[in-house]
C-alpha cells in the first residue's frame, strides 16, 4: 500500500511540474480534482432561476446553496432530448462526465457548484414507471449528501430559469441532462443509453470541439481560427499563470469558449508549449494557447469575420504564438 501511494504521488507530481512548465512559473494552483481556483470572477447564478430569491439559489455570498432536495421526480419527454428525468418543480437534472458512478463521487465543488447546485438526497422519489432502486445517494466533502442515479450525482443548472429549460445541455462537452437511469439523455434511447450529440433548442454555451489552423487575414495578418474557420480570441483581463477567466455567466453568450482540441488536430504553426486544457471553475473546459484561454465571438456570423476584433479594447484575435493581435501595448 505504501508502494502504491508513492508511485500516486510521483504520478501527481509528474503532472504538476509538467503543466508548471509549459506556463513557465513556479507555482500552481490546480486543485485536486482539476478545478482551477483562481477565477479573477467567479461564474454567479442569476438572481432569478425560478426558485426564488429566498433559497439560496442565485446568492452573491459568495458560497454555494443549500442543496435544494429533488421531491417526487417526474420525466420530461423532449423531441430532441428523449426522455430528461426532472425534479417536483419542472426543473431538468444534470450529470457531470467528470463525476464517477462506481463508486459514486461529486468533482464539481466550489464556484462549480454555484454554477450546477447540486440535488439533495433524502426526500426524492423515483418518476412513475422508472426503477426506484436506481435511486442513491453519496456524501460531498462538506458532509451534505447529494442524490444519485445509478451512482451519477444529480444537478441542476443555475440558468435554466423555468422548467423545461435545457440550457446545460453540452456544457463544456461534459454536463448533460440526465435520461430517468442516469444515462446520458437521448432520443429515441428510451431510458437515455447513449451519448448526446447535438443541442437542445435551449442550447448550452457549446464551442467548436475540433482543430485550429491558421489563416492569412488581410488586415490582422496570420490568425488563428477554428475548425469552422472562425475567428480566435483572447481577452486582456484573462490572465495565462495562474490560468484565470474574467469572462463568466453572460460573458461566455458573447464569447463562447474554444473546447478542448486535440494537440494533433492543429496547424503547425501554432505554439504548442502551453497547449493545454484550462478547467474553468464553472465546470467547463477551455483550449488554450501559451496558456492564454481563447474564445470564438458571436458577432462573427461566417467564416473570415472579425467583428470581435478590438471590441471594448480588451478583446483581440490571436497570433500562433498566442499573442493579441493590433492591441496596443
Known sequence: MKTWRSASLAVTAVAVMTLTAACGQENGTQSPNGQNVGAANPAQQPAENGYGTDSGYGSDTGAAAKPKAAGQLAVWDSKKLGKVLTDSAGFTLYRFDKDTANPPKSNCEGDCAKTWP??????????????????????????????????????????????????????????????????????????GGADYEGGEEAGGEEADAAGLSVRKDPKLGEIVVDANGMTVYRFKKDSAWPMKTACTGACLEKWPVVEPVDKNSIDGAILKKGFVTFDRPDGIEQQTIDCWPIYTFSGDTKPGDTNGQGVGGTWYAVSPQGKLVGASK
Open 118 to 191: 447540486v440535488v439533495a438526497a433524502g426526500d426524492a422519489k423515483a418518476a412513475p414507471g422508472t426503477d426506484a432502486t436506481l435511486l442513491g445517494e453519496v456524501t460531498r466533502a462538506d458532509g451534505s449528501k447529494q442524490l444519485t442515479v445509478d451512482g451519477w450525482p444529480m444537478y441542476r443548472y443555475a440558468k435554466d430559469t423555468k422548467p423545461g429549460d435545457a440550457n446545460g445541455q453540452g456544457v463544456g462537452g461534459t454536463w448533460f441532462a440526465s435520461a430517468p437511469d442516469g444515462k446520458k439523455a437521448a432520443p429515441g434511447a428510451g431510458g
